[in-house]
């Protein structure tokens, strides 16, 4: 069939219905269209050719053209589409390296195989376009939820149809074991929209923790307003959920706005959730006492802190101690998730026990390293003291508060732990000039004669050794693998320096060798108070 022949309005109509039917824009349709006639040309004056096509968007009519470039005459390769200054004078007045050559070619006769292919083109070139058009519609919904029509379902995925495309529901993400049949609608949540070699993929979730949030965003006209904020949310999907939540008006009740009358909105969202208990807790900034809120139902005794290690430990009555776990470690897990800290849960009879361990354990010390009977060293335990540093140095005043001392018993014990601890310092350097530490590291500010035994044991032997120390071999710290926090064990940790403590040394160390320019600090942490700054105003 010639394309002459045909009647030029119908690739016009062709192009509209198409677009029409895939929704995208009728020219990128006829874009397709050009392109495989000139591919169709191709196969009949020759791959080599650049044969182009254009379609005139009013009449319909194709016009097929033979480009060629004028090139350097070293650089002619391709003798059909390309052609020399002395060759283009043939052609065009004054030619010039990179002008084109544009002359007009007959039409072409399109066989069964050329029309194959140039519907294949066009095919390709509309779903592309579909692809790029169902992107960018979904892009910007990442985030937010989506009433969806089940299709099918496989290997346990849930296939949706989302009005323009097809998006998927992973097996994981489903809560619990819901299956669904053709045609059900479902309610879920964007969780990731991705441009992908085969078309973009929209990723949905039912289990997300942002799901439950963007349900009570629906449910809580407050929470929409931002006059109530939610903070954290924490999910067993389909078991159970606790939600951390803040109001900024103070006449409104977080909690209780986010329960509604008679519990009519959290029951809202625990009907989407398939039955899912919800803990709505308040949000404090104090972390001790939001977790004792997270905890709920159960009731704590005492809570320490350690923010360094991001741990903390909750004493609970042995009576509320299965409560404080909940089923299979539900509670204390969910309350983990919500406040992003490792919990340790003991009963009061447990705690009781350690500080009893603890207490024996600074006693013996006392007596040991300063010479005092068991009465004399539970005193000054239980005055606070926990080590010989304290009792050395500590302010003679702080001492005579305790019952029996006088200016001369405190002076005697100060004298006392002062001369052990020497005797230790002497020993350590002993120990670490023997394995082989040199002075640059001994007379380093900082470094106790202990640390730098420790240092030389681990093989930290010079200045320039402690230079080349990470902050957390020295102070130690935490990584997580696999979902589940190891401790890092430090070279000084014993000794109770933190991380920044451990940066300041070290970087030091790195100016004292030369290594690190001053003024380059300077500058950075410019920067970054300019980054802050900056971050602080948007």
């Known amino acids: 069939m010639a394309i002459t022949s045909a009647n030029q309005l119908e690739l016009l109509q062709t192009a509209e219905a198409v677009a029409r039917e895939k929704m995208i824009d009728p020219s990128l349709v006829i874009e397709a269209m050009e392109e495989s006639l000139a591919r169709a040309a191709k196969s009949r004056y020759g791959a080599e050719m650049d044969i182009r096509v254009s379609i005139d968007r009013k009449t319909g009519k194709a016009t097929f053209t033979r480009v060629r ?72 919904k990442a985030g937010t939820i989506i009433n969806a029509l089940v299709k099918r379902e496989e290997y ?44 973009p993929q929209i990723f949905l979730s039912r289990t997300a923790p942002e799901f439950m949030a963007k349900l009570f965003e629906m449910e809580v006209p407050e929470i929409y307003d931002n006059i109530i904020e939610i903070k954290a949310v924490a999910r067993d999907p389909g078991s159970r959920a606790k939600i951390a939540v803040i109001s900024y008006d103070g006449s409104i009740d977080p909690v209780g706005a ?47 802190l350690d923010e360094e290690a991001e741990r903390i430990e909750v004493v609970v009555p042995e009576e509320q101690l299965s409560l404080a ?70 302010e003679v005043e702080e001492l005579l508060v305790i019952d029996g001392v006088d200016e001369g018993t405190a002076g005697e014990l100060q004298a ?60 130690g710290g935490w990584t997580t693998q696999d979902g589940e926090r190891i401790k890092d064990d430090g070279v000084l940790e014993k000794f109770e320096i933190s991380l920044e403590e451990a940066q300041d040394m070290v970087m030091t160390a790195r100016i004292m060798l030369g290594w690190v320019d001053p003024a380059d600090l300077e500058t950075a942490s410019e920067d970054e108070e300019a980054v802050s700054e900056e971050e602080a105003e948007a």
């Open 69 to 140: 470039t004028v090139v350097e005459e070293e650089e002619l390769e391709n003798y059909q589409a390309e052609f020399t200054v002395e060759q283009a004078k043939q052609y065009m007045e004054d030619p010039e390296v990179g002008q084109a050559f544009v002359e007009e070619v007959p039409p072409v006769e399109m066989g069964r195989i050329a029309a194959q292919s140039a519907k294949q083109v066009i095919l390709q070139k509309v779903r592309e376009a579909e692809r790029d058009r169902q992107y960018e519609e979904f892009k910007d």
């Open 325 to 394: 776990i909940g089923r299979r470690g539900q509670n204390v897990r969910l309350a983990s998730q919500l406040t992003g800290l490792d919990i340790d849960i003991m009963t009061e009879e447990e705690d009781s026990k350690r500080r009893q361990a603890e207490f024996e354990t600074r006693t013996k010390l006392f007596m040991d390293t300063l010479d005092l009977d068991e009465f004399f060293a539970q005193l000054l335990v239980s005055e606070g003291f926990t080590n010989l540093e304290e009792v050395a140095y500590v």
């Open 156 to 199: 346990g995925n849930v296939i949706v149809d989302v009005g323009s495309g097809e998006a998927i529901l992973r097996r994981n993400e489903k809560i619990g074991r819901e299956s669904y049949r053709p045609n059900d609608r479902i309610r879920c949540y964007i969780k990731d929209v991705r441009r992908e070699q085969r078309g």
């Open 416 to 475: 006392r732990a002062r001369d052990f601890l020497e005797a230790q310092n002497k020993k350590a350097l002993e120990n670490a000039r023997a394995l082989g530490v040199e002075n640059s590291l001994v007379e380093f500010e900082g470094l106790t004669p202990q640390m730098v035994e420790a240092l030389a044991e681990d093989g930290v032997k010079t200045l320039e050794d402690f230079a080349t120390c990470a902050d957390w071999e020295l102070a």
């Open 258 to 304: 986010c329960v509604g009358m008679r519990g009519s909105r959290v029951q809202a969202v625990v009907n989407e959730l398939q039955g899912e208990k919800i803990d709505i807790i308040p949000w404090n900034e104090d972390m001790p006492t939001f977790l004792v809120n997270a905890l709920q139902p159960a009731e704590v005794s005492k809570v320490v």
